[in-house]
């Protein structure tokens, strides 16, 4: 037998919990399946981005432009922002975990709320600071009161997801006004938006706006979401240029391939007729919604791909019967689940799975 390793792993690492991906879903004697367990973009690459891709493919025995600038500058006139703002990597969450790395360590703290994304407790876990978790509203929404109660001389990072994933709604502009008030300005304050693209609540807040007078906020985007690009992994952060440089810093060199590149460059000049898909999305969105509600389930609002089922204790029940349909939904055991907005055959197939569940 192979002996055990006599390597010696930082203490951090012990409880870290492994992320668990949406699951596929699971085979049904020949009919369709549908994956609404990961939030991803269901429509195919627009023929422009996908030549872009498989052009770029043809240099796959060089490595990327490390400094993405065609990328960077494509992003910069997108936003008006200069290119010293901006920072890109492999996804957002490879931008969380650089900026994390950049700021906290054993004994700092890292406030958020919670339930929200995932991937946060394993990215604070991992730089050995310690996660301080402040509980969702009964509306689902962050509590903002709470959050400036949680701040203590500890506090480093606090992370704001707008909309909150996996719950949906957003953060209101006035809200997050009076909470970065009341913040020391030392805190850096990340707005993780990585589902922007779909909020259609005209009183959000907008990071890209906020961040010019704040230079303790980053802003978190992707391409992953509104833009279909889960599977190239690219994200960009906006914020001050000594927070970006410090991002930078920490970045694996050659991060971002020069195929994510080229579909993020193409993304950007066919934008319009990405963001029309997003507008059906959100159409669906609102059908699934409002099918939901008329049959008696309490849904948080959402701003996202997504819905949110507080099912508690039937969560893992609930998420079996929808996955005998052929359609995998994201459970989180004794809280609830979260479906994804996908094609309209898996959307019904899913309201059928819940609506009786209700009646
Ligand atoms: N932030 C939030 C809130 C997310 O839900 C996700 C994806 N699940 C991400 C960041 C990461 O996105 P990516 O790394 O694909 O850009």
Redesign the pocket.
């Known amino acids: 037998m192979t002996p055990d390793p006599e390597v010696r792993f930082r203490a951090c690492l012990d409880d870290v919990a492994a992320y668990k991906p949406g699951r596929p879903p699971a085979r049904t004697d020949g009919r369709p399946t549908y994956k609404l367990s ?2 991803e973009n269901p429509y195919p690459p627009l023929p422009g981005v996908l030549a872009a891709a498989v052009q770029a493919a043809e240099q796959m025995n060089r490595y990327p432009d490390m400094g993405a600038v065609e990328l960077l500058e494509a992003l910069s006139a997108r936003f008006g922002v200069p290119v010293s703002d901006l920072a890109v ?8 975990y650089h900026l994390l790395q950049a700021t906290v360590h054993d004994g700092d703290e890292v406030v958020y709320a919670w339930r ?4 946060y407790p394993i990215a604070v876990q991992l730089t050995g600071a310690t996660s301080v978790q402040v509980p969702l509203t009964d509306e689902a929404r962050h509590d903002f009161k709470a959050m400036e109660a949680a701040i203590t001389d500890r506090t480093k990072v606090v992370l704001v ?1 707008t ?4 719950t949906g709604p957003v953060v209101h502009r006035d809200e997050l006004l009076a909470f970065l008030d009341a913040v020391p300005s030392n805190v850096l304050v990340v707005l ?4 922007r693209e779909f909020v259609r609540d005209p009183d959000v807040v907008d990071g890209v706006d906020l961040y010019r007078d704040r230079p303790n906020v980053l802003v ?6 509104a833009y279909g ?2 599977g190239f ?3 960009y952060a906006i914020g001050h240029p000594d927070v970006v440089g410090a991002i930078r810093k920490c970045a694996l060199p050659f991060g971002v391939s020069y195929v994510a590149q080229a579909a993020a460059i193409a993304s950007l000049q066919v934008e319009e007729e990405l963001l029309e898909r997003v507008e059906s999305l959100v159409a669906e969105r609102t059908r699934v919604v409002a099918t939901l509600r008329a049959s008696g389930w309490e849904v948080p609002d959402t701003q ?1 791909n997504f819905v949110w089922l507080d099912l508690g204790e039937e969560t893992v029940a609930f998420s079996e019967a929808v996955q005998a349909e052929g359609v995998s939904v994201r459970p989180f055991p004794g809280d609830g689940v979260r479906v994804s907005i996908g094609e309209p055959e898996a959307n019904d197939l899913f309201l059928q799975v819940a609506c009786a569940w209700r009646s």
């Open positions: 990961s939030n990597g492999t996804g957002s969450v490879a931008l969380l929200s994304f995932e991937a997801c909309p909150n994933n996996p993780d938006e990585a589902y978190l985007r992707t391409f992953s979401k690009l889960a992994r690219v994200g996202t």
